[in-house]
């Protein structure tokens, strides 16, 4: 039995079977949070949860698509039934793009309102009883994109700008009912090996390979910090920081920099399979 911090308290991750999502739910289950985790790809979300129970944690998983309402209730309403409480929710599961807005299909620009807003929204709306009774936490997983609009993921941005218009209305709504609500500002992090964004066209693409500036745990560690401190919002990396800065105060000059130093980046590059 874990005594941790988080013992009694239950955690749900959306797109918890992968990536950033995926350590960010084992270090909230190493604090003792009972563990729920959500996603599309059900081989992924089993090989997390096997390895999850395998390292001592409690997690189960959920199939779901957050671009489906319906599936998004049933998410929390499944968390409900076999866990009877909801405590912190990390609102994590997103997609990336690539490509100009004038070359991108506008089912690009769709999927990322539907996966990385709507998605967010509509979980959260269903989990905030639960939050609510629990005086818990919702974490939206945003983006340095959102502090300031980069070239090549445009809607992307926009998306996870979206989110911090969404936390700051909902804190006005529920955060003197005692729940917490935080934005966190992910920087450049490692990436799962079979990673993949939409390309302009649609189809799925792998990352260029990048220098980045957090690993996974990293950014995780940030995550739930964000969680115990009940931060209301947190910027990550260095460069992230740094950038804030420079957005705030000297606005034109950030906007030379970004045409200057990031327009052809091959951060913002995807390769073709
Ligand atoms: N990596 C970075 O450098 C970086 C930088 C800034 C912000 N972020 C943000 O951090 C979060 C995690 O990114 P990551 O790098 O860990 O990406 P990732 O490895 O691609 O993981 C994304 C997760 O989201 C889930 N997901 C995607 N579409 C979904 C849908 N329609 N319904 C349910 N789940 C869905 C995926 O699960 P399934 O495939 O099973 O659906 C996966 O678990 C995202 O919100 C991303 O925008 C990442």
Same mark, same amino acid.
Do not use: I
């Given at each position: 039995m874990n005594h941790g911090r988080l013992h009694g308290t239950v955690a749900l991750v959306t =797109? =918890? =079977?992968?990536g950033i999502g995926r350590e960010t739910a084992r270090q909230l289950g190493q604090l003792g949070a009972r563990l729920f985790i959500c996603g599309r790809d059900q081989k992924a979300l089993a090989a997390t949860t096997d390895a999850f129970r395998a390292e001592g944690l409690t997690a189960d998983y959920v199939a779901c698509d957050v671009r489906n309402a319906a599936d998004c209730a049933r998410l929390v309403d499944t968390v409900r039934e076999r866990a009877?409480?909801?405590d912190i929710l990390v609102n994590n599961a997103g997609m990336s793009m690539r490509g100009s807005l004038e070359d991108t299909a506008p089912e690009v620009m769709a999927a990322m309102a539907e996966i990385n807003f709507l998605g967010a929204a509509y979980v959260t709306a269903r989990a905030l009883p639960l939050l609510k009774t629990a005086k818990g936490s919702v974490v939206f997983i945003s983006?340095?994109?959102?502090l300031r609009g980069l070239p090549q993921v445009g809607p992307y941005g926009a998306s996870k700008k979206a989110l911090i218009g969404l936390a700051e209305s909902l804190r006005a709504e529920v955060g003197g009912q005692g729940v917490h609500v935080g934005v966190v500002h992910v920087g450049f992090t490692e990436n799962d090996p079979d990673k993949v964004v939409y390309g302009q066209d649609g189809s799925l693409v792998p990352l260029d390979s990048r220098r980045n500036a957090h690993t996974q745990a990293q950014a995780a560690s940030h995550i739930v910090k964000n969680v115990l401190s009940r931060k209301r919002e947190s910027t990550l990396t260095g460069l992230g920081k740094l950038a804030a800065f420079f957005y705030r105060y000297f606005p034109g000059l950030a906007d030379w920099l970004i045409v200057r130093?990031?327009?052809?980046?091959r951060q913002f590059a995807a390769k073709p399979r």
């Open positions: =797109g =918890g =079977g992968k009877g409480r909801l983006s340095l994109t959102a130093f990031v327009s052809g980046s």
